[in-house]
């Protein structure tokens, strides 16, 4: 099993600028199935990425 802070929570934040590899995918899922505090970890990571994408089209409209 994959340790949160060491290989789970980088893997989050990597899925958002690039494609993972199948075992990295695969080990991931497994993983946030069993990581309650992963899985709300990654969607607030999400939620941040979206937010500061939106931020940045929007400044950019200046």
């Known amino acids: 099993m994959f ?3 060491r290989e789970v929570t980088p893997l ?3 899925r958002l ?3 993972l590899l199948f ?3 695969t ?3 497994l993983h946030l ?3 309650r505090s992963c899985r709300h ?3 607030h ?3 941040l990425s979206q937010l500061s994408k939106a931020f940045k089209k929007f400044d950019d409209g200046k």
């Open 3 to 5: 340790s949160c802070r």
């Open 12 to 14: 989050l934040s990597e």
């Open 17 to 19: 600028d690039r494609p």
């Open 23 to 25: 075992r990295e995918q």
């Open 27 to 29: 080990n991931l899922q």
């Open 33 to 35: 199935l069993a990581c």
């Open 41 to 43: 970890y990654g969607k």
């Open 45 to 47: 990571v999400k939620t």
